[in-house]
C-alpha cells in the first residue's frame, strides 16, 4: 500500500499515537490532525482533538475490523470522564448525534449512526464533541476535520485487505 504523508503533520500524529496506543501500529495515511493507523487486523481513522493545556488529549475515530467489520464505528476517548448519567453528543458540521459514554468513552450507537457521522464528516470543517465532566462543568473537544475523509478511506482499505489476506 501506498503511504501518503504530509511531514509537517508526522510529529504531531507520532505524538497523539505515542499517547494513544501502546500496541504499535503503522501509519498509513497522516494530514492534518488525522491518520489512518493498522494495528493487525484492526484499523482506525483517528484524529486528535485541538490542545486543551488544562485537560489530557483527546482523540476520536472511526474503527474497521477485517472484512469491513465493524463498518466504521465512531469512538472518542473524551478530554474529562463524562459524569455518571450525563448525554454525550459528537457535532459534526451542524449535525448532532447523541452517542453512548462510559466514563472517558463514548461510541456510536449502531451501524445506521455510524454511517450518518462517517458521511457528515466527509464534508464538514469541524467537530466537538461535549458532555458534562463529573463536576458537573461542560466539556468540549474540539477536531478539526481536515484530512479525515482520506483517513477513514484509508483505514478502511487497509483493512478490506487484511480481510482477503486472512
Given at each position: ?72 464505528q465512531f469512538y472518542a476517548k473524551l478530554g474529562r470522564p463524562a459524569r455518571a ?82
Amino acid at each position: 500500500m501506498r503511504i501518503a504523508m504530509n511531514r509537517l503533520a508526522l510529529p504531531s500524529i507520532a505524538a497523539a499515537l505515542t499517547l494513544a496506543s501502546p500496541v504499535s501500529a503503522s501509519i498509513t495515511f497522516a494530514r492534518g490532525q488525522w491518520a489512518a493507523l493498522q494495528f493487525d487486523a484492526r484499523c482506525e481513522a483517528r484524529g486528535r482533538a485541538l490542545k486543551n493545556p488544562r485537560r489530557p488529549p483527546a482523540y476520536a475515530g472511526f474503527a474497521f475490523g477485517p472484512g469491513g467489520r465493524p463498518a466504521g464505528q465512531f469512538y472518542a476517548k473524551l478530554g474529562r470522564p463524562a459524569r455518571a448519567g450525563s448525554t454525550v453528543i459528537v457535532t459534526v458540521g451542524d449535525q448532532p448525534f447523541l452517542l453512548r459514554g462510559n466514563g472517558e468513552w463514548a461510541w456510536s450507537r449502531d451501524a445506521r449512526q455510524q454511517a450518518a457521522i462517517i458521511a457528515a464528516a466527509r464534508y464538514a470543517t469541524g467537530m466537538r464533541v461535549e458532555t458534562r465532566d463529573t463536576s458537573g462543568r461542560r466539556s468540549i473537544d474540539r477536531y478539526p476535520l481536515d484530512g479525515a475523509a482520506t483517513a477513514i478511506d484509508a483505514a478502511a482499505a487497509a483493512c478490506a485487505q487484511a480481510g482477503k489476506k486472512r
